[in-house]
């Protein structure tokens, strides 16, 4: 069972994901997070020194969730299923808040990579390992005849990956499903399943 | 020929381009606005009277200056030649910066569409004419029996635009080429040039 200490830090960061998530890290304030998590200053201090230091623990804390989440999200009987499955989890994921807020790590890494090398390093993980666990349902599809696609393994779920982000993106801005889900379609026929 | 107070406003959207891309909006204060431009604090009011009329005026210029760019940079003797020599000119242009700040629309679209509507109405105006744009050279394509892939051209043009901010995005955070790269290759894919 987890100490008192530990759930306060946890409740922190949950609020915190929330906040940096629809926000940004640059525009949320240390008061909107004692505001939103009822915790007072001298506590939120003591488990995180400074906004920085709150900001790698909520990065980490994302990190390791999403990492468990996406290997849940690889269900099917074949590699190229498997992917497909995953990319409409991220969707289903995605519809749960309407699209707001949208990435974190996406969110993160356009506005914090060029000025903190440490939030940079925690978003260069993810990404990584998201490719990297792509790259081997495709290593396995092309094994067996699946992937006709004539693109390395490694260049496919690069691009994969941006697709995703960047229809998480549009369907931000757009605040419709439906950019995601054309990036999802073009997926597909990256990957040779045509409607 | 530009007045003195017009050539003051141009400076000030360009150095404030700068720092916004960079840094991001919220993470930008008035005062580096005012040391980066040597302008002083009452003239920068007089021109912009809050830092989001500045921002808003920002985003205005630079979508202009992008339908300029963007129309130029089709150039070719086909509809899909057109379509990869854009590709090609986003990543000559995301080059010259080394990736450094990325894209501003895609940054202020993550930073800023959920809590600033006029922001967010800027940025969808840019994607929306960016998309059109991508699917009037993929309707032809599609009338000269250039495109096999069978995804509507609106679907199709969607998911480039996405895998293009997707993978500035990615090499932005990975600070290389490779990532920009790897979407443009697949881009070439999804409209049937292999490689």
Redesign the interface.
């Given at each position: 069972m987890p100490t008192k200490g530990q759930e306060t830090r946890n409740h922190i960061l949950k609020e915190s994901r929330k906040l940096f998530t629809?926000?940004?890290?640059?525009?949320t304030s240390i008061n909107e997070i004692i505001a939103a998590t009822g915790v007072k200053k001298g506590n939120l201090y003591y488990h995180f020194p400074s906004k920085e230091e709150l900001g790698l623990a909520v990065l980490t804390d994302t990190r390791d969730e999403f990492f468990t989440i996406l290997e849940s999200s690889f269900t099917g009987d074949t590699p190229v299923a498997k992917i497909i499955n995953s990319c409409n989890f991220i969707m289903a994921m995605m519809q749960q808040t309407n699209f707001?807020?949208?990435c974190l790590f996406?969110?993160t890494?356009?506005?914090?990579?060029?000025?903190n090398p440490g939030f940079?390093t925690i978003?260069?993980e993810v990404?990584s390992h998201w490719i990297v666990r792509i790259e081997e349902e495709l290593r396995l599809a092309a094994q067996s005849g699946m992937l006709q696609?004539?693109?390395p393994p490694?260049?496919?779920a690069?691009?994969?990956?941006?697709?995703?982000?960047?229809?998480i993106?549009?369907s931000?801005?757009?605040r419709t499903r439906?950019?995601l889900e054309?990036?999802i379609?073009?997926?597909r026929?990256?990957i040779n399943l045509?409607?």
């Amino acid at each position: 069972m987890p100490t008192k200490g530990q759930e306060t830090r946890n409740h922190i960061l949950k609020e915190s994901r929330k906040l940096f998530t629809l926000q940004g890290f640059g525009n949320t304030s240390i008061n909107e997070i004692i505001a939103a998590t009822g915790v007072k200053k001298g506590n939120l201090y003591y488990h995180f020194p400074s906004k920085e230091e709150l900001g790698l623990a909520v990065l980490t804390d994302t990190r390791d969730e999403f990492f468990t989440i996406l290997e849940s999200s690889f269900t099917g009987d074949t590699p190229v299923a498997k992917i497909i499955n995953s990319c409409n989890f991220i969707m289903a994921m995605m519809q749960q808040t309407n699209f707001v807020g949208g990435c974190l790590f996406g969110n993160t890494a356009l506005e914090m990579t060029d000025s903190n090398p440490g939030f940079g390093t925690i978003i260069q993980e993810v990404f990584s390992h998201w490719i990297v666990r792509i790259e081997e349902e495709l290593r396995l599809a092309a094994q067996s005849g699946m992937l006709q696609n004539q693109l390395p393994p490694h260049t496919l779920a690069t691009a994969i990956v941006a697709t995703l982000e960047g229809g998480i993106m549009l369907s931000r801005v757009f605040r419709t499903r439906h950019e995601l889900e054309a990036c999802i379609l073009s997926i597909r026929t990256l990957i040779n399943l045509q409607e």
